[in-house]
């Protein structure tokens, strides 16, 4: 038995997740199980793609190898999400339980949003005699939400009191939105006396806005929330609130799905019930009562902040050390190197795995990014016990290199690197609850892709500079470097060469009566023997040496040269080669090279331009020999005396 499960989450509940993971250990550490936590931070005030690239962690692995999967699917962002891992699971027989909504083929753990919420309401009304309440609600289409608007409605009446439909707003479970929306409410014309709210963070936001406006909690309008966060607790004033026990719901659900993996289970479907707490915020609790809990929170707050700025500060060294580059192997190295010498999760497990296509990608634009994950993974570092290393490809249905059951059953949080809906890779972490709960792994993620994406960009900007570079130093009909090439590539050659106390060799080839060709045979002809003379000087060229076309039929070689046999030996070779290819053309005229070549002194002060001076001057020195020597054999065929152009010399067929 493979004895390892999947669980698919979203962090931004952080808090029910880590409880719920902890229910879930409770169940799992004992039967040495271990555990896959595939975690998306997908949100509704995001973007669609942004959202896509989170949840893009779900279709990571094949979930036939795991026994068993549990869906947190009213955690997630969508139901579209859960629906349709469900299919998957079900169509391979894998056992699931769906904890939050329901799924089709899923056992299902259901939480009671509808007890806790109508004795909230009811308690409002009967101890605290509201009668014109509003209800601020997450999304219109999101099953919670909407079950706590029932019970509010019915709780309302069964007292008296109708909640219209305009009297309930929706916030997107966004923050500044509830802020925004419980303005608008108190400046109407028919203000209301209580704000209950969807979950705490819109609670909180109503309390802060209302105090912004000059009023106080409960004293001018009373509050309410949903789910009983840390922060509902200790904020001023404590949020009357409703509180589902996650740690439960998690062990709950790891139970229901090892029975299931066993075939004992006795039930498919379990709700957990959720209460009602009282707080300040409907004045049942006083200032005197709350001050311990927020006496021990502010004590822990500035650790918290010291930790923080702690955090902030690493995080500005991962970005420096790691992300200060523009090509693909530097980040390899860079990444390697900061994760040896300082680990932001120390004593946790690490893989740091990047999709074979977005390495492709980084190393040239040409392959372009992918919105699938790739067969083929790259693990760019592993740190296992505080030792870092580079492990390199693995296939991505093993999800990590080097797993195997340990003596100690673990957790593995994966989470995934990505730009929008672009895919870099993914983070897996080992026994992560802690940087669950305190939001650390969801802001190392939000950094680590914003980092990587600029990284890609100044990749791209990289690689268009050198095409840039590579034209003007380019010349287009040759394809060898012009003058402006020299400078970048050929003058750097002889400097090397001359730290090391070496020589370099300066080759000058000029093409045999170009003058000729041009008049009597045209430019195009012209260009095919610069053509044609520069892929021979190419093709023959020792390896290091730089190529020029120093003017219209001019060339240079420069390279370090340990001997003279090595240079003439290349102007030999490149002779050889060029007359091969001239008489495979067929061409209506001769095609030859004059060459001449000097050395350079490491010792002198001269330049490349002086060096190459030099070697033209000797060139021309090897071209009158050759045009002697021409028309000395010329002269041996008895050629007319009354010539009246170059067109009526011998030529070789």
């Known amino acids: 038995m493979k004895r390892k499960i999947a669980v698919l989450a979203n962090g931004w509940n952080h808090l029910g997740i880590a409880s719920a993971l902890k229910g879930i250990r409770s169940v799992t550490d004992k039967l040495n199980i271990d555990v896959f936590l595939f975690l998306s931070f997908a949100a509704f005030a995001q973007s669609q793609e942004r959202n896509v690239g989170e949840d893009s962690i779900f279709d990571l692995t094949d979930y036939s190898e795991f026994d068993g999967v549990i869906v947190f699917s009213g955690m997630l962002n969508s139901q579209k999400t859960p629906e349709r891992i469900a299919k998957v699971i079900v169509k391979n027989k894998i056992p699931g339980v769906s904890v939050g909504w329901p799924l089709e083929g899923l056992d299902f753990v259901g939480i009671d949003n509808f007890k806790g919420m109508f004795e909230m309401v009811d308690h409002l009304v009967k101890e605290h005699h509201i009668k014109n309440p509003v209800f601020l609600a997450g999304t219109s289409d999101h099953p919670d939400s909407n079950e706590r608007i029932d019970a509010t409605k019915q709780a309302l009446a069964l007292n008296g009191i109708e909640l219209k439909k305009d009297r309930i707003s929706y916030t997107n479970w966004e923050y500044l939105t509830a802020m925004k929306q419980a303005e608008e409410f108190v400046k109407s014309d028919n203000p209301p006396d209580a704000f209950i709210c969807a979950n705490d963070h819109n609670a909180i936001a109503v309390c802060i806005a209302l105090q912004r406006m000059g009023y106080k909690v409960p004293q001018d309008f009373i509050v309410t929330g949903f789910d009983k966060i840390t922060h509902a607790e200790t904020f001023f004033p404590s949020i009357t609130t409703v509180y589902q026990d996650f740690e439960k719901i998690g062990y709950i659900a790891a139970w229901q799905l090892m029975e299931k993996v066993e075939g004992t289970s006795h039930a498919d479907q379990i709700i957990v019930s959720s209460s009602f707490v009282k707080n300040e ?161 969801n802001h190392y993620m939000i950094q680590m892709n914003y980092n990587i994406e600029q990284y890609r960009r100044n990749c791209r900007f990289d690689e268009l500079n050198k095409a840039l570079r590579n034209i003007s130093n380019t010349d287009q009909l040759t394809g060898l470097n012009n003058r402006f090439g020299m400078e970048a590539n050929a003058v750097p050659v002889l400097m090397h060469a001359h730290e090391k106390n070496k020589k370099c060799a300066v080759m000058f080839a000029d093409i045999n009566r170009m003058k000729h060709i041009n008049d009597n045979f045209g430019h195009l002809h012209g260009d095919l023997a610069i053509r044609t003379v520069a892929s021979s000087l190419l093709k023959e060229m020792p390896q290091g040496w730089v190529g020029i076309r120093y003017g219209g039929d001019e060339f240079i070689a420069v390279g370090e040269c340990g001997s003279e046999k090595m240079v003439s030996d290349y102007v030999k070779r490149l002779n050889k080669t060029l007359s091969t290819v001239v008489n495979s053309m067929n061409l209506p005229y001769p095609l030859t090279i004059s060459c001449g070549y000097i050395f350079t002194d490491p010792k002198s002060s001269q330049s490349l331009v002086d060096y190459i001076n030099q070697a033209d001057s000797i060139m021309y020195v090897h071209k009158q020999k050759t045009y002697e020597e021409e028309k000395e054999k010329n002269q041996t065929k008895s050629v007319s005396t009354d010539i009246k152009s170059l067109d009526e010399l011998p030529h070789k067929k």
Do not use: W
């Open 281 to 441: 915020s409907c004045g049942c609790k006083s200032t005197e009562e709350g001050e311990q809990v927020r006496h021990e929170f502010c004590i822990k707050a500035y650790s918290n902040e010291m930790e923080s700025l702690i955090t902030q500060a690493d995080s500005a060294s991962m970005t420096n050390q790691i992300f200060n580059g523009s090509n693909y192997d530097t980040l390899k190295n860079n990444i390697l190197n900061f994760y040896t010498n300082s680990n932001n999760f120390k004593g946790h497990d690490f893989y740091f795995v990047l999709d074979d296509s977005a390495r492709k990608n980084l190393m040239s634009s040409s392959f372009p990014a992918q919105k699938k994950y790739s067969d083929k993974m790259c693990c760019l570092v592993a740190v296992k016990n505080d030792k870092a290393e580079y492990v390199g490809d693995f296939d991505r249905k093993d999800l990590f290199p080097g797993y195997t059951k340990g003596k100690k059953p673990k957790v593995y949080t994966f989470t995934s690197m990505h730009y929008d809906d672009t895919l870099f890779g993914y983070i897996v972490l080992s026994d992560a609850i802690d940087h669950i709960s305190d939001t650390s792994l």
